[in-house]
């Protein structure tokens, strides 16, 4: 009798499923029991790393299923990155570990530097910085197979230009995923060697480097211009203007110099393609502030989707690929959005862009390139960093008897029966481990108790942060036609009320925000048990 195959696990089943629409050609599909799965199966990281490894050739023969398991891998992967950026201690021992267990396979032979940069790349995309151990495994890989690679860097440099159609984006992008785990010195010599290399799609391609997320590469690659500014195309001339301001104001020099001799060596800057916004849409601010804009764009006979991301400034920005009208609306119906969103104005877009970038350089970071990409596809766009003064932007519009303060004890006391809310409330929550602490610690308090003690501890320390989120939501909210009256005034007064140090227990908005916190967290702590 022949043994019985041995059941497959739940991630074998998802990786599967997967790796079938990646034969097909298609985007995997999500459901609900794959979120659950990426929700809950934090710890299968190991499982999925193990699954790409014994299919991925040589080793293995099924390229599509190697493929399907880095794709939940890459997943996993950042929903633990979400739970490390609410500081959960665990979700950083986690990933540790893993990234300890890859490099360590790394160095006993175990995996070759193709899956060593599959793993990156999945950690680039998750946005998780590579730890010493992987970008040391992977300096020495690259040491251990620079045999096999071309004497002249740029010969290589060469090969993955022409697999990117000298397209600058898509160059730079696969540089970074695909040096994400090198060592920082490496990736650095690279970006100087890509400027260097005499053509001119490699120049444009070093531009975009300029806004490469690591300090290091934006130096090398900011060196290596000023000593070739004389051969920049108008292109790039127009490109470093545009970005100038969208780096720290201490790197902001640097792009100065080469700007002056590209200048001086008689370059004119170049007019933006000809470029338009269709539909502009955004959705509300979630309680982790996250907003996403998205931009139909024509492209020829088609149309193309452009996306930015907002938290704490310019998380992310991409490009999508030209597709057709019912594609394009087919993508925004299927996009998953859990938060409502409204058409914007160009003025909104900009005002909102400006504020994000200011977060970002005073952070002393650089915008994603992508977003270069969109303000090309779009046909320019003047985003300078400067901060909103939400109160002032919305205060001045209030009608006067708004300000009684007969007034402002109802709508506080009725905020949260605020029908305008009921779509966009659900993401209004907290979760931290200092939060979650206080959850479980009193529970026996009864919930009316708990959610007293929770405004006046946890919630009234971070006042200012939901005031912020209040007043983004307001302001997003008068974008809607007056006719549709939102609650944009009365979320207003609240986050006035915040910041003004009123007592949260009396505002119903915050009662609810404090409940929901305690729903949310008691149901995460029974799916882990």
Request: aromatic share 6%; glycine share 8%; hydrophobic share 45%.
């Amino acid at each position: 009798m022949s043994k019985a195959r041995p059941k497959a696990s739940t991630t074998d089943q998802h990786a599967r499923k997967v790796a079938t629409a990646i034969a097909k050609g298609r985007l995997p599909a999500l459901s609900p029991d794959l979120d659950r799965y990426f929700l809950e199966a934090s710890h299968e990281i190991f499982s999925c790393f193990n699954g790409a490894v014994c299919h991925m050739p040589p080793r293995g023969g099924d390229k599509a299923l190697a493929f399907g398991y880095l794709f939940l891998l890459q997943r996993l992967l950042e929903h633990l990155r979400y739970r490390i950026d609410r500081g959960y201690v665990d979700a950083a021992k986690l990933i540790a570990r893993f990234q300890a267990e890859v490099a360590s396979r790394a160095e006993a032979g175990e995996i070759d530097g193709h899956m060593l940069a599959c793993v990156g790349g999945a950690l680039h995309q998750s946005k998780i910085p590579a730890s010493p151990e992987l970008s040391a495994a992977m300096g020495k890989q690259q040491a251990g197979e620079e045999e096999d690679l071309p004497a002249d860097v740029s010969h290589a440099l060469d090969a993955l230009f022409d697999a990117c159609d000298g397209d600058p984006f898509a160059f730079a992008g696969s540089l970074a995923e695909f040096g994400h785990a090198m060592p920082d010195e490496a990736r650095a010599a690279l970006a100087s060697s890509v400027a260097l290399t005499g053509r001119s799609d490699a120049r444009a391609a070093a531009i975009v480097l300029l806004l490469d997320p690591n300090a290091d590469v934006r130096r090398a690659a900011t060196g290596a211009l000023a000593r070739i500014a004389s051969s920049l195309s108008p292109v790039d001339l127009r490109r470093l203007i545009a970005m100038r301001n969208w780096r720290p104001e201490n790197e902001r020099s640097e792009v100065d110099t080469i700007i002056r001799n590209a200048r001086t060596a008689g370059i004119e800057c170049a007019r933006w393609d000809r470029g338009s916004i269709e539909t502009a849409l955004g959705t509300a601010t979630d309680g982790a502030g996250t907003q996403s804009l998205l931009l139909i764009s024509p492209a020829g006979r088609k149309k193309r989707i452009l996306s930015i991301l907002i938290k704490d400034g310019v998380a992310d920005a991409w490009c999508g690929a030209p597709e057709t009208a019912r594609r394009i609306e087919t993508a925004i119906a299927s996009a998953g959005m859990d938060l409502p969103m409204l058409a914007i104005s160009r003025p909104y877009l900009d005002r909102v862009l400006s504020h994000a970038l200011a977060l970002t350089t005073e952070r002393g970071e650089a915008a994603p390139l992508g977003l270069l990409e969109v303000a090309e596809a779009i046909g320019g766009a003047d985003w300078q960093p400067a901060r909103i003064d939400f109160a002032a932007a919305l205060l001045a519009d209030l009608p006067t008897p708004m300000s009684d303060p007969t007034a402002i004890a109802a709508v506080l006391r009725n905020s949260g029966e605020l029908a305008d809310l009921y779509a966009l409330e659900p993401s209004w929550f907290e979760d931290d481990p200092q939060v979650a602490q206080l959850v479980a610690g009193g529970r026996g308090r009864g919930r009316a108790k708990l959610v007293a003690y929770l405004l006046q501890s946890a919630f009234a320390r971070r006042r200012h942060k939901w005031a912020d989120i209040f007043l983004r939501t307001a302001l997003w909210m008068r974008e809607a036609p007056p006719e549709e009256e939102l609650c944009w005034r009365d979320l207003t007064v609240v986050a006035k009320a915040l910041a003004d140090g009123r007592d949260l227990t009396g505002i119903g908005l915050m009662r609810n925000i404090a409940k929901r916190t305690i729903a949310v967290l008691s149901s995460e702590e029974r799916a882990r048990m």
